[in-house]
């Protein structure tokens, strides 16, 4: 047996000094708290021009440690100036969000732990936690306890991973012989709305479907999925050889939040032997609030759906929960365990069987402190009070003739334009309407920018059937009636500024008297 | 215009009070100093029995809320005993990891701004550093400037963005299209060795590749791809009308930490047309100490190579950094940009063109603190460490007549198991080498339970050859030679003990005298 301390290996080198952490921690404690007291003193979208940030960062890693105090000073010098405020009251874009006090301080604990939560035994707590959390949160959403529930980073990833189980349940050879140069495999076909997300066809590409093979159901005057057109295609699709494997509904789509009729599209999956896929990432956490819980009619009969916490339950990025009926049916496309990452348990959940993640955060800490903190009642308020303020504005709009809603708003999401009602009387023949609906694709886009430029609030964009729309989202925990009128106030002013300015100009680009 | 005020919106419902996020920020930020100055008080493995803290906690989320001090009295009680330590340094288990005191104070400021690094405007500062952060660890590790980078969640998830961008670099038409049903898609394949991560065949699995696809490179006597046998399979796939369109190198396989030749495999791709992604998750990161610059040779070569910061940079997970010589290639396969999230800056990097996801935590930050707070040399200098300490094992192992290395350790992961000198006198015919090997399995299978049941050390295993492998990996930032001594005093002791107790019954049931 050789003798040990063969080898020397020099003087210790650790951790950061412990004191060093506590001062910095407290230090940054309360930078936090002093920054969330006082949003105002920051403009909501970021006034830094490209490359900036970049310019004042050195080329090269520094080659000696350097303190934390100088490392915090540089953040709030050069970072800051680059940040666009995601938590300011007046952030209104894309879906607002809020990374609250217990979802902080429930990452500072989950990134301190530092487990990898991909077996059970790698933190029986974090796999345990996160089946009770999402049990939680299944039950305050009225959905049926057979669904079982797993946290992925984002909506896009969890359907992604639906659409993957949906394939290979149609397809089990997949898995092992591909989708290429098979005799016999089937021409896959996908459904979901002309107004889904994004991230629909981009699973379908990535996961080999093709993005051609997702058909874009029509949609009705509310733009929700028009259950007659989806059979049509799905019984065209069969007539002509392909195989229709898979429908994603939308309970809030992205552009105006429409829901589509789940419990119509359910039984029509049910007949046909689909799998549906519920993409309730925004809109779904809305029937915590009981007199909204209609919102997942149907959805009992899913086979998956996502709902985001990080998107409208007040937890910081990333956490996002899918539910599935059928665990198994998503482990047969994903697990895969090599001998290193054997474990003996029993009937325990290794959640690294359920996707393509190995590496993962502790994310229902963070979730079930924030479910904790304010309590069902108190999230179902907050959100609810998200709402009003949204049909407070759908009032104000529908009262106001120089602006026209553009799309219902069943949430907290406003789609709208300004239409100076001094124009109307221009919208005669198809040509000039035509050239009004141009200009005021113009003037909406600049006032979107001045108000976004002010730095007082930032607001995005859609088109809704071709028109340029301004989109309002309301989500912020700190958003209340003070600063939705701030930003409505900021809206109006600029669209009258606006439009005095440039609708001389555009009269004679278009030849209109 | 309708009047302001219209529609009464009841009293205001924000964030959490800020005078306590402060009081429990100050007492989380102790807590996490007195854990990391004291984690001998706890188990490293958890001593939970399957569903215990399920158990404990309450079946329904609570209606009202709860104090955070409730909150974190629970946090104590209920859910630090299901934690497995991962942060102790007696953890040696899969690969040991760190979240660091930089790292840890990074996540807490990115998830007070929580912002969404998906476009370039919903926080310039997010986009930039990560680019900055990237091209300093580039250059640490001797990568070539062509190299861009992106921070993904994991290596699982980066290996497949590069598999799924080589697949789409030799058949274009899948984005559009897909794989199944066309005329004329080719058949592809995907070569990787015997020793790769499970995660290169789940990508293919999830891409639509299939297992079957994967071709599984012989291995040579220190468990690395053998260039030869690459050539030949290529050449055997083509002749049969495959289509081989990639090759994953490894550099630090994870059972064993062999290092593929990627200097020889790199022109063999370059000849046959195939992307090379390297997997240099673990032991790319080596590359920072300047004498072990080698172990990335040839990657020069490479199409793509992800390094996990995650894992030996003393980053809390999760942040994998995944660099690609043509991003265009990689927007070519995930690049999809509806309306509402069309922005108009040009010359800037929108991330979440580069991925499947969209919500993207601001993950630079960390980095960059870690990087910064420890410098280049701080932090080569506790890489170095652990080699030399695994270096040093190795010595013991060697000299040891009552122990045997089971594969090269280049790096800080050393698998070795105990093989009684007594025993050797047993080996002689087939039979008795068999029953021999299969004591031994048994032996060393009980050894690490005992170790880790002990709450002392927690190590995992592999299979090499098929024999049960003990296996440490000295990765945790406070491990020491104290850590690493008292673990192998407990991990000799056992084996005698467990030696001595199991050998007789062995001999009487295999009928060996």
Redesign the interface.
């Known amino acids: 047996?050789?003798s040990?301390g063969?080898?020397a290996?020099?003087p210790?080198?650790?951790?950061?000094d412990?004191?060093?952490?506590?001062r910095?921690?407290?230090r940054?404690?309360?930078w936090?708290?002093d920054?969330?007291?006082h949003p105002e003193c920051y403009p909501v979208?970021?006034r830094?021009r490209?490359?900036?940030?970049?310019a004042q960062?050195p080329?090269?890693?520094?080659?000696?440690?350097?303190?934390?105090e100088?490392?915090l000073n540089d953040?709030e010098r050069?970072?800051?100036?680059?940040?666009?405020?995601?938590?300011h009251p007046a952030f209104f874009a894309?879906f607002a969000?809020?990374?609250?006090?217990?979802?902080?301080?429930g990452?500072?604990?989950a990134?301190?732990?530092?487990?990898?939560a991909m077996l059970?035994?790698?933190?029986?707590?974090?796999t345990?936690?996160e089946?009770?959390?999402l049990?939680?949160?299944r039950?305050?959403l009225g959905l049926p306890a057979d669904f079982k529930g797993v946290i992925a980073?984002?909506?896009?990833?969890a359907s992604?991973l639906a659409i993957?189980a949906a394939r290979d349940a149609v397809a089990p050879e997949?898995?092992?012989?591909?989708?290429?140069?098979c005799d016999g495999?089937?021409?896959?076909r996908l459904y979901t709305s002309e107004q889904a997300?994004?991230?629909i066809?981009?699973?379908?590409?990535?996961?080999?479907?093709?993005?051609?093979?997702v058909r874009k159901i029509e949609t009705d005057a509310r733009f929700r999925m028009m259950p007659s057109a989806l059979v049509q295609a799905i019984r065209g699709d069969i007539a002509d050889g392909w195989r229709p494997f898979c429908v994603v509904a939308t309970v809030g789509t992205?552009?105006t939040t429409s829901i589509d009729p789940v419990a119509e599209i359910a039984p029509i999956c049910r007949d046909f032997g689909l799998w549906l896929h519920v993409d309730g990432a925004y809109g779904g956490m809305a029937a915590i609030v009981p007199e909204m819980r209609h919102v997942l009619d149907g959805c009992q009969g899913a086979d998956s759906i996502v709902i985001?916490p990080?998107k409208w339950l007040f937890t910081?990025?990333?956490c996002?929960a899918l539910y599935v009926r059928d665990p198994d049916a998503l482990q047969r496309?994903?697990s895969?365990?090599?001998?290193?990452?054997k474990s003996r348990?029993?009937?325990?959940t290794n959640y690294m069987d359920w996707g393509?993640?190995?590496?993962?955060?502790f994310r229902a800490?963070?979730l079930?402190?924030v479910?904790?903190?304010?309590?069902?009642?108190?999230l179902a308020?907050?959100i609810r009070?998200h709402i009003?303020?949204a049909?407070?504005l759908v009032?104000?709009i529908?009262?106001?003739p120089?602006i026209e809603a553009l799309a219902p708003a069943p949430f907290s999401t406003v789609c709208f334009r300004f239409r100076p009602s001094t124009l109307k009387a221009l919208s005669g023949d198809a040509r000039r309407r035509q050239a009004c609906d141009e200009y005021l694709d113009r003037l909406n886009e600049a006032v979107l920018d001045a108000v976004n430029a002010s730095g007082e609030a930032f607001l995005?964009?859609?088109?809704i059937r071709g028109r340029y729309a301004v989109?309002m989202a309301i989500g912020n925990?700190?958003s209340?009636?003070a600063e939705v009128?701030r930003a409505?106030r900021l809206l109006r002013d600029e669209a009258s500024r606006l439009d005095g300015e440039m609708r001389q100009e555009w009269r004679s680009a278009a030849r209109i008297s």
């Not at 980073?153 to 990833?157: H, I, M, P, V």
């Not at 393509?356 to 955060?361: A, F, I, K, V």
Request: charged share 25%.
């Open positions: 047996m050789a040990e063969a080898g290996v020099g210790p080198l650790g951790e950061m412990l004191d060093e952490f506590r910095a921690g407290h940054i404690v309360d936090i708290a920054y969330r007291a979208l970021s830094c490209p490359g900036e940030v970049r960062l080329r090269a890693a520094p080659s000696e440690a350097e303190s934390i100088c490392i953040f050069l970072i800051l100036p680059g940040i666009t405020h995601w938590n894309y969000i809020t990374g609250s006090g217990p979802g902080i301080l990452e500072l604990l990134s301190a732990l530092n487990v990898n059970w035994r790698t933190s029986p707590a974090a345990e936690l089946e009770c959390v049990d939680w949160l039950e305050m980073d984002c909506a896009s990833t992604l993957a997949i898995r092992a012989r591909g989708m290429a140069g495999m089937p021409k896959l997300h994004s991230s066809e981009k699973g379908a590409m990535i996961l080999g479907i093709g993005q051609e093979n992205t552009s985001n990080h910081p990025l990333d996002s496309s994903f895969l365990v090599p001998e290193y990452l348990e029993e009937d325990v393509p993640w190995l590496g993962r955060r800490l963070k079930w402190m479910i904790r903190h304010f309590g069902h009642e108190g308020a907050r009070r009003e303020l049909q407070d009032q104000r529908d009262a106001d120089d995005s964009h859609t088109r989109r925990i700190n209340d009636r009128d409505w």
